[in-house]
């Protein structure tokens, strides 16, 4: 049996030598290290070639893994051999009622185990998948500790291993078992190994992701044992080191703009309907937006949906016209309250060599010092209303019609001495570097 089969990952397969036809594969994995992804391009793979694929659920209900798997082609060849129900789930009405509602809708089949904690049943149930589907197939076993938990030993968990493993690569099938590497003792481990063919760790260490092979029966190679760093961007496994492509800097993208904006992740959540947490994780680049919430923080920020999802660290794509309704409302640091108005007349200030905005107070409002701090010059111009400025001490009358240029002497006292709001068209140049 010397078939190559690919896990659906290139830069694996090149580890690994590929799979092999009669391959065990043991996953040890920690908490967030994303396996399912691991899974799912096995999965993808496997089908889109015209393979049957068995996937066998401890850990993953039904409902769940059918919405996580409805992208794929061919899914007619997939089964689910779903001992979570009935096993974790408990048969709880939430888990059970997807074969009241929702399995007619999947193009795969769905096989309930009545009773998990039972093995001999289980057993039963896997023969006569076996022995239906017959040689070639693919398998994953979701995981030998949800197996463990609902067995309550080890030694029995171990003794079904040892008996499954002869029979699949019998079979001539590829088999991945997964495993949580803290749960279990050193010598249960080390047996699986000393039995399978393949077995591979996926760890964490200081948030960084890293991929180890531990074992590669009847193949040699001496660079798959160190440890590869990889990343998980859009479902998708990236090896930064063999030169994986990174997709662009979205959280960096936002959080530039939200800035020179002037707003907070609160004011930007709101604006957009999600949560400040939302906004904070995204601007880490911990998960990524819905495409729906990707065209609302566009709008928002004043850019294209498509600078977003562009690689490179360019200027968002600009409008160069802006309707009074498109304008973006920005908070002043140095004013407290609501007497100042102030909205941006571009569609953003990245990569331009000045900063309008219109300004607007309300009537009778004081400001004590200036609306700005800005190391550069500014222009005034008074499109409605009068207002007094203080400047060193001097206060000057600006009616309609009125300019005031500050270089390097700032104001340090407006006052609204009209009736009515006073309006005005400001410039700064060069823009300013943040809010």
């Known amino acids: 049996m010397t078939g190559k089969i690919s896990s659906g990952i290139g830069y694996l397969d090149h580890l690994l030598g590929f799979l092999k036809t009669g391959d065990n594969v043991i996953w040890e994995v920690e908490a967030g290290t994303y396996i399912e992804i691991f899974l799912q391009r096995f999965i993808e793979h496997n089908l889109k070639n015209g393979y049957k694929v068995v996937y066998v659920s401890f850990n993953v209900s039904p409902s769940t893994l059918t919405k996580r798997l409805s992208y794929i082609p061919n899914l007619e060849n997939l089964t689910i051999l779903d001992c979570f129900t009935s096993g974790k789930g408990n048969s709880d009405p939430l888990f059970t009622q997807f074969y009241e509602k929702d399995k007619e809708g999947f193009e795969g089949s769905v096989v309930k185990v009545e009773n998990p904690k039972d093995l001999s049943q289980f057993r039963v149930a896997m023969d006569r998948v076996e022995i239906e589907k017959g040689a070639g197939v693919r398998y994953i076993f979701d995981s030998l500790t949800g197996m463990q938990d609902i067995w309550g030993d080890e030694n029995v968990t171990y ?218 010059d500014e222009f005034a111009y008074v499109m409605e209303g009068e207002l007094e400025v203080e400047i060193q001490d001097e206060k000057q009358l600006l009616r309609q019609g009125d300019s005031l240029y500050i270089g390097s002497t700032f104001p340090s006292k407006w006052v609204n001495v009209g009736k009515g709001d006073a309006v005005l068209l400001w410039v700064l140049s060069p823009p300013r570097g943040g809010w």
Not at 174 to 180: C, D, I, Q, R, S
Not at 212 to 230: C, D, N, Q, T
Not at 235 to 251: A, Y
Request: aromatic residues 10%.
């Open 159 to 376: 003794k079904f291993f040892t008996y499954s493993c002869p029979r699949l690569y019998d079979l001539q099938t590829v088999a991945y078992w997964v495993l949580e590497k803290e749960a279990h003792t050193p010598s249960f481990k080390a047996n699986l190994r000393h039995i399978t063919q393949v077995a591979i760790e996926l760890e964490k260490q200081n948030g960084e992701l890293f991929f180890k092979v531990i074992k590669i029966e009847g193949r040699f190679s001496r660079s798959a044992f160190l440890p590869k760093h990889y990343e998980v961007w859009d479902q998708e496994v990236i090896f930064p080191s063999i030169g994986g492509r990174r997709p662009s800097n979205l959280g960096d993208k936002i959080r530039t703009l939200r800035k020179k904006l002037g707003m907070t992740q609160k004011e930007l959540a709101e604006q957009v309907g999600l949560t400040p947490s939302f906004i904070s994780q995204l601007e880490k680049n911990l998960i990524s937006p819905s495409l729906d919430s990707l065209f609302k923080l566009s709008e928002k920020l004043n850019t294209q949906p498509i600078y977003f999802l562009t690689d490179g660290e360019s200027g968002p794509l600009q409008k160069m016209v802006i309707k009074p309704t498109e304008r973006q409302d920005i908070h002043l640091q140095e004013v407290k309250g609501t007497d100042v108005k102030l909205q941006l007349l571009v569609s953003d200030v990245l990569n331009r060599r000045m900063e309008p905005y219109l300004l607007i107070m309300k009537e009778g409002a004081v400001i004590n010092g200036h609306f700005y701090s800005h190391k550069g």
